[in-house]
Each structure stands twice: as C-alpha cells, then as structure tokens.
C-alpha cells in the first residue's frame, strides 16, 4: 500500500492558475542567432500545487514544518507528527487533555527536534522528538508566546541552545531548554534559566509577532557579533551586539543592554491589522540569512541583508511591496507569508499569490476550493525548502519548479547585466540576449570599446556588428570587436582566424600611418608596440605562418619598413631581416640578427659581404659557434677578398684559420692549405712557426706538401723549402738548399736520415765539401769530424786542395790513427772470447750427449696415457715424457709447412731404411764425430737422419716451450668444428 504523503492528486495549475507567468503570453520569442529557442508552450508554472491524501480525524489548527518534520495540530488538542523520510507511522501526541484549552501557536526548531506549544491558558509545553509526552515549562507559566527565535549556531539534539521568546505583551526573553532525557538536574523544570531582556511593549501593550536572531560574520577570536530583528504588528526593530565567547547566561543581554539607556531604532508603517509575520530567506541550512520579508499593513516591506557593518542596522535595498490587487478587488489582509529567493507567497482567505520581489509583479494565483475546508496558514521548511499550505481539512504541498527561470529577463529590464549574466549562465540563448542588450546599451550611450567587447561575446552577425562601428568611425572598437572575436575561435577555424587578422593588421596600419602623417610620436609608440605584441601572440603568429607574403605584402604597402622587419624577424625569416640590413649597409645590425638565430647557411650566404664591411665583428661571430661552422664553406667569404690585400682583413682571416687549426684541431687539408697560403704571402716569418707544429712526419701534416713546395718556392722562402723536402725525406735536396741559406740548417738537415747511416755520411760529405771547396774554410770542415761519428779523416781528404800544408789536419790524422789502432786491439779481444765460447759451448754440448734420466716402467705418456715403455720415446729435463709418434702428432700441427714437409720425408727414410741423400752439413758433423773420416755406414746414417728429426721434433718440450707460449691465443675449438662440438653437446 502506498504511503499516506506518496499519494497525491496534482493540481491542474494550468486551469486553475488566473495569471500565467508574466513572460508567458502568445507572442513568439524573437529568433536568437546562433540559439535555437526550445520553450514549450505547455512549460509548467514555477509554483505547482500538490493535495495530500491526507483526512485529518479532527479539523487542523496548526502545522509547522522543518528539516522533514512534519507536526500538525488539531481542534481536540492532540498533535500528529510526521517523519516524512518515513511517513507511514506517525506520532500521535496528546497536548491537553482540557477540552476548554486551545492550542495559541505552535514553534519547531530548524533541526525538526524541539517543539514549543503556547497554549492559550498561558501554559507553554515542550516535546521533543524522541518523546510522546510534553511536559509544561513551568518558569513561562503565564505567558502567551507569540514568536522564538531559534539559535541555529548552539542548539543540539539535546538542548535548544539560547534561543529568545516573544510575548503578547512585547517581553522579549531568554531561555535554555533541555530535552531532560539526559538532564543532570533533578528538579522538574526543563528551563536552565529564564530571564527578560528587553520590553517593546514600554509604551502600550504589543505582541511580538516576528522574532529572528542570527549570527554576523566577524574576524575577532574571542568574541561573536549577532544582529536581533524583532517586529510588532507595526513596527520593526533591530539590535546588534557582541557577545564574549566567554558570556556567561544570558548571552543575549549583551546585545541588549546598549539599548537600556536609549530606545532601540524601528521602522514603523501605518496601517497595521492587529497582526504581523518576519519571515528569513536562507539559502541553505546554518548560513546566514540572505533576504528578509515583513508582512504588515501596507504591504509586505522586503530587503536584503548587509553583514558588512557600514550601517547600524543589517538591511539594505529594502522597499514596501504592495500587496497584489485585481482591478475592483476589494483588499482582505493576508492570513501568512512564505519567503523563497526570487518570491513572495502570501496566503489569502480564499487563496494563495506569488509576487515576484525584482518587478513587484504578479506571477502566480492559485484560488483553494471551497470544499477543500478553510484556508488556516502557510508555512515552508527552511531546511529542505518546501512549502506547505493547510485548511481545517486538507494539507497542501507545493512543489518549486525553477524558479530562477525568469530572473535573468527581470535584471536584464532592470539594467542589471550582471546579475542577468549571473542567471543566464545555464542557457546560452539567455546569455546571448543578456549580452546583446548590454551592448547596445553601451553602442547607445558611445561607449563603444566597452560595447564592442559585449558585441564579440554574442551571435550577433559579425557583419551586422562590423558595419554599426564602422559607421560611427570607431577604429579602436572595430579593433577590440575583431580582437575580441579571434580570441573566441577555435584552433580549426583558420578560414575566419585569417580573415580577422589580416583585417586587424590593415587596422592598425592605417592607425598608425595616421599617427605619422600627424606628427604624433607618444600616440604612434604607443600603438606600434600593442601591433607588435599583437603579432607576437602565438595564435596570430601560427595563422600567419601559412600566409606570410600577404602579410608581408600588407605591411610593405603601408611603407612600414619597421614593423616590416619586425613581422620578418617573428617569423623566423632570418634571411630577409638581414637582406633588409644589408640594404641598408647596417651591417652591425645584420650580423646581430644572424648571431641570434640558429641557421647556420645564413652563415655560409651572408658571410662573405659581412667580411667585407666588419671583418673583425665577423669572425668573432664565426669563433663563437665554434664547431657549429664547417670552416671550408666559410673559405669562399675568405678567398674573395684576399686579393684586395687590405691587411684588416687578411689578419681577420688568418685568426680564424688558427683558431680552426689550433683551438678546433681541424685535419681538413683545404684549411691548412689555405692559412699556409696566406702565411707564405703576407706573413712569412710565421710560416716556420706553423710547419714547426706540423712537424717533419708526412703522415701526420695537414697541408700538401707538393703545393706547399711550389708555393714556397715562388716565394723564394728557402728555408720553408727545406723544412719541407725534409718532411718529404728528401735529404739531398734539403741538404743542397740549406748550403744556400745557412750550414747549420744544413747540418740539422743531415742529421735527420737517423737509420741510413750511409745516406748520413753521404749529406756530411755534401756539406764538408761545400765548407772546403766554398768557404775555404779547412778547420771548420775538421770540426765535422768531432759532430758526425760517420766521417774519417780520410773521407773528407779528397776535398783539400794541394798546396794545403799538414798542419791543418796533422792532429785530425793522428786521431784516427789511435782509433784504429784501438778498433783492432778490440777486435783481438772479441775474437779470443768468441773462441773461448765456442769451446764452452762444444764441451757443454759433450755433457749434454752424456746426461740420463730414469724411467721406470709405470710411468706413461704424457699425451696418450699409456706406459711408455713399450715403443721408443722421448725424455726432457722437465720431465715431460712422449712416445716419438705421439710427440710427432703433438708437435706436427705448430710446424710450418716446409717443416712439416721434412719431417714427412725424414720419417719415410727411416721406414724405408734408404739413406744415401744427405745434407753436407750432416755429412760434415758424423764425419768429425768419427775422428774426419768420409767413409760412413748405414748406422751413422740412420743416426744422422734420427738427428735432423729429434733437432725438429724434439728441440723443446711441447708443454713447457716455446710452441706452448705461441698457442695461448688458439681457441680450444677451430671455427670450422665448432657447430659440430656444439651439436655434440646438445
């Protein structure tokens, strides 16, 4: 079965309802562009009535509403509480059990948990939501409550905090109640403390109809700010006080006690009907309030609220609506009130009207039938918002249906854009039209940047928009339009990105030429750079990356050589930024440009014309790209102006030539051709520095040593000639031509052939010669004896003339006369030790022939393993021991070929037993170890053939000698066996 407040019957607003929402007539809505307009006709009205199915046993009284608490009061005193969350099992109270006594008013805090009940006895009950029994309040007892107001900042589910009370008689009091479920106190009374703070009824008795507190935002720690608004039947109050976080009870005498002494400020309007309602608009629960509504005489007087505390009072724009009134409708007060955001709802006898609070308008009348029972009051959850409208018979809820809807077309009659703006931000069509009528708010009042700026952000055509500026000569709007259009296109929109621009540039061209033509330096600054940052912006720089010679010719037809270069140098077009320069022979300029980019052609084109201007500027350029260079495709920029001989220049060249050579250590021979070029024309003294640190090696020297020879020979650099025959070793000539420049360079020369001693001697005779047979110079020619080791007295004396006396050379011959005689003592000398060496040698051969070793006949091959003595074998002094054929197959594989052929043929002589060939060394040696006989047998030859092979075979021992050490690097597996010892292994 489904829940009792589940099952309703939906009004019929539309049918019911006398008055449709104000901007709902016929009239079709104008065509947005851009928008497609997706209204209905049927759209709902904001406020929908909805019937509870609901029958109350008795007829209702009261009812309140909060956080889903649902508490209605009927005629028999007994009160039905509705959890709404769960509203199948509802709670039936009994109040009073007097029939006599009647419920006054009916009080529930925001929370849904502490409900106050003023009877009209002047007794005062209070129940809480966990119990079924209200108890009296005893220190009330005698007061009729006509409003409370709730603390929202210190209640719990236990207590209900400080919270004020209103009276009939205008007493405003203080009070705590607790629920008494968890009390520490003993005694019967649920109030902590009840204490009167302040009295609006001084002058005569009043009823406080409306009591609200609330707390004020403020920075302070250790004390909070709380504003008081209370109201009679005709008049409005405000308090405000600072409490001290540490007040003691009751904390609201604080706020009151600086009204003691003077009368607290009100508002009082004319006309009041014995009755009033204070209504709060809370966005959402414990925030502070955000409008107010005082429903009184004339009308229902409505403000917002202001927490900044410029004002003694905390109201602001407030104004009196009047009440609603159809024209000959007689005026009947308002039963109730209920406050949303953008609405009043006020209840009548008969009916209920919503009145919007931004045109004071009409927008809602939902007239009850009369069968539904008498209209009693209204009253909304301020915690979840809903609003609820009672009769003695029937229960109403109505439901909110986007009510901001409208708003925006109501701030936008106004004048108020901003706020229109701020409630259109859901529908773009709104928005659109919001904009739209702002900016031609702005086009009227000639305000026309402002207004080109609203104009780029709607659909309006861009034509439309273009033209309006263009005819009123509003260049700077135009341009902010066309700026602020760009910026809304998206990135794939190149067609209209390129159309903006390029009419931007032509804007701002004009403007420019027009600040020239009149003289105006500061205004034409000014705009040149914002043209400038605008080009640099990367969405223009990207759009005219494709469209550069437009652009370039637009500029160019403006005359603008400036922003021309500029245009060029944002583009990344290097070349036609120095081109410019160029032109212009600012050549510093151009090389800046090209230092500040990273293409190195530019280097390789531009070079050659900067040489010629700053050649010094230029190759600091060159030095500080180091290797980035390739220093032979600068060489044309070098070359060309060498024939110029300007000495500028050819120093500049020369520096950078070194720089490569030394500092790059550049091998590239067409360098060092070149820097040896310019060394031998313009500076030779250097040249011999630089074929110094080539050295004499023709490997290792960078230049050609041909062209370098030629080119040094037409120079006539005699001394370059021989440094150079001298690396191209050849000596003679270097020798022959150093006898024209200088003996001593001759002599160095000589010496240079250090492995061919006779080619040596042959170059000191060459020089001798020339001393003697040119210079005449016989005692300096004697002194080359005592520097070349290879020369004798005898060699050089040819070279003396005849009549030459003795004495010039007597001590010379004498010299050599001593070292041959000491040359021959030493020769004896060797000859006598090598034949005591050769002696020592026969004997130790002697010994060898008669040295053993033992064998016992355990003991095996070392290489086949079997016992050794059952076939001839081999012993070495390592002890070492091989059968002769395994020695022969161990030692046959590290012989050379020739070798290998000679043990094959010695081996078939000894199986063959034929021994007649034999060497005539081997002949000679048997033929001395037989006392020098030639007659020899077949013994002594087949020992001589056993000889020749164990000298082959047997010279080392095969593990311990020389062929061991040969073999270390030999793989154990030859390449052309190792996938078959892999495929063993697998």
């Known amino acids: 079965m489904a829940s009792l407040f589940d099952q309703y019957e939906q009004a019929s607003a539309r049918s019911s309802s006398s008055i449709q929402n104000f901007a709902r007539g016929n009239i079709p809505e104008p065509i947005v562009t851009g928008y497609v307009n997706a209204r209905t006709e049927d759209e709902s009205p904001i406020f929908v009535k909805q019937k509870i199915n609901f029958r109350p046993p008795s007829p209702v009284t009261h009812m309140v509403v909060n956080n889903n608490m649902l508490v209605i009061a009927m ?35 925001p929370t849904g948990r502490h409900l106050i009940v003023s009877m009209e006895s002047q007794d005062v009950l209070y129940l809480s939501r966990s119990s079924k029994k209200p108890r009296q309040l005893t220190k009330m007892k005698g007061l009729l409550i006509d409003s409370v107001a709730w603390n929202k900042a210190s209640g719990n589910d236990n207590s209900t905090g400080e919270i004020l009370l209103g009276t009939s008689k205008g007493g405003i009091f203080e009070t705590e109640i607790l629920s008494g479920e968890d009390s520490r106190f003993f005694q019967g009374s649920l109030e902590q403390y009840w204490k009167q703070l302040y009295n609006l009824g001084k002058e005569f008795p009043v009823p406080v109809t409306g009591l609200e507190v609330e707390r004020m935002p403020t920075k302070s720690q250790t004390e909070k700010k709380y504003f008081i608004m209370a109201t009679t039947p005709g008049r409005l109050y405000h308090f405000i ?16 006690q600086s009204y003691e002494d003077s009368p607290a400020s009100f508002l009082e309007l004319p006309g009041n009907f014995g009755y009033s309602e204070l209504k709060f608009y809370v966005q959402k ?8 509504a005082w429903m009184t005489g004339p009308g229902v007087y409505y403000g917002n609220m202001d927490y900044s505390g410029q004002s003694r009072d905390v ?43 931004l045109n004071e308008q009409l927008i809602f009348e939902e007239v009850f039938s009369p069968r539904f029972g008498k209209l009693l009051g209204l009253c909304k959850d301020t915690v979840k918002g809903t609003i609820w409208a009672y009769t003695d018979q029937s229960v109403f809820k109505f439901k909110v249906v986007r009510e901001a809807r409208d708003v925006w077309q109501m701030y936008l009659d106004k004048g108020d854009f901003e706020s229109a703006k701020q409630y259109s931000k859901d529908n773009p069509a709104n928005m659109d039209k919001v904009l739209t009528k702002q900016a031609e708010y702005f086009f009227n009042d000639k305000s026309y940047e402002k207004s080109a700026m609203f104009y780029a952000l709607t659909e309006r055509s861009f034509e439309e928009v273009a033209l309006k500026f263009i005819q009123v000569e509003q260049r700077d709007a135009l341009k902010t339009f066309l700026i602020k259009k760009l910026n809304a296109l998206k990135n794939h929109e190149k067609t209209q990105m390129t159309m903006i621009i390029t009419w931007l540039i032509e804007l701002y061209l004009n403007q420019l030429g027009s600040y020239r033509d009149q003289g105006d330096s500061t205004g034409f600054t000014m705009l040149q750079e914002e043209f400038q940052k605008f080009l640099a912006q990367s969405r223009v720089m990207e759009c005219l990356h494709d469209n550069k010679a437009t652009a370039y010719d637009l500029i160019a037809s403006h005359g603008d050589v400036e922003d021309l270069v500029f245009f060029a140098f944002l583009m990344q077009d290097y070349e036609r930024v120095m081109s410019h320069h160029i032109q212009h022979e600012d050549y510093r300029a151009a090389l800046t440009v090209l230092t500040k980019q990273t293409k190195t052609d530019l280097y390789y084109k531009f070079s050659p014309i900067l040489m010629q201007h700053i050649p010094k500027e230029t190759v600091d350029a060159w030095i500080s790209q180091g290797r980035k260079l390739e220093p032979k495709r600068l060489i044309p920029a070098l070359v060309h102006y060498d024939d110029n001989r300007d000495t500028e220049k050819i120093t500049e060249a020369i520096r950078y030539l070194e720089f490569c050579v030394k500092t790059l250590d550049i091998k590239d021979q067409a360098i060092h051709n070149y820097l040896l070029s310019l060394y031998a024309k313009y500076k030779p003294h250097q040249l011999m520095l630089y074929l110094d640190f080539q050295g004499h090696n023709p490997t290792m020297v960078n ?27 050849l000596y003679e000539e270097a020798v022959d031509l150093a006898l024209k420049v200088d003996v001593e360079v001759a002599k160095a020369n000589a010496n240079r052939p250090e492995e061919d001693d006779e080619l040596r001697k042959k170059l000191w005779l060459r020089i001798a010669r020339h001393v003697v047979e040119e210079e005449k110079d016989v005692s300096k020619a004697m002194k080359f004896l005592h520097e070349c080791d290879l020369l004798k007295i005898e060699d050089i004396l040819p070279f003396f003339p005849d009549f030459v006396t003795i004495d010039h050379f007597k001590d010379a011959i004498c010299t050599s006369l001593e070292e041959y005689n000491q040359h021959i003592e030493s020769l004896k000398e060797e000859m006598n030790e090598a034949t005591d060496s050769a002696k020592a040698i026969r004997a130790d051969i002697q010994e060898m022939r008669n040295k053993y070793g033992l064998v016992t006949a355990q ?12 076939r001839s074998f081999y012993l070495f002094p390592c002890q070492h021991m091989f059968h002769s054929d395994c020695l022969i197959a161990e030692v046959l594989p590290h012989l050379s070929s020739s070798k290998k052929s000679k043990v094959d043929e010695l081996q078939r002589k000894l199986a063959s037993g034929q021994y007649n060939q034999q060497s ?17 047998t077949k013994q002594d030859q087949r020992d001589q053939i056993k000889m020749e092979l164990d000298d082959i075979i047997a010279a080392e021992c095969v593990y311990c000698g020389e062929i061991m050490i040969r073999s270390i690097d030999k793989p154990f597996v030859e390449p052309d066996e190792y996938l078959a010892v892999m495929d063993s292994w697998k």
Do not use: W
């Open 75 to 109: 005629a028999r005193n007994v009160i039905l509480r509705f959890d709404l969350d769960h509203p199948d099992n509802p709670d039936e109270v009994e109040i009073s059990r007097n029939a006599e006594d009647k419920i006054h008013k009916m009080f529930l805090d």
């Open 241 to 256: 006080g600072i409490i001290p976080t540490s007040a003691e009870a009751p904390v609201f005498s604080y706020v009151f």
């Open 285 to 292: 629960h414990r925030a502070p309030p955000k409008n107010f």
């Open 315 to 357: 109201t602001a724009e407030s104004r009196l609506l009047q009440y609603p009134l159809d024209d000959g409708e007689k005026f009947v007060p308002p039963i109730s009130m209920v406050v949303t955001e953008f609405h009043v709802l006020l209840l009548f006898p008969d009916r209920l009207k919503a009145m919007c609070v």
């Open 703 to 729: 230049f050609d040593l041909k062209y370098a020879l030629r080119l040094c020979s037409e120079h006539d650099l005699k001394e370059a000639c021989v440094h150079i025959y001298t690396t191209m070793e």
């Open 859 to 870: 003991q095996k091959c070392a290489s086949c393993a079997f016992p050794l003595l059952t």
């Open 920 to 936: 005539e060394s081997s002949h000679k040696l048997l033929s001395q170890s037989h006392g020098g006989t030639d007659t020899l």
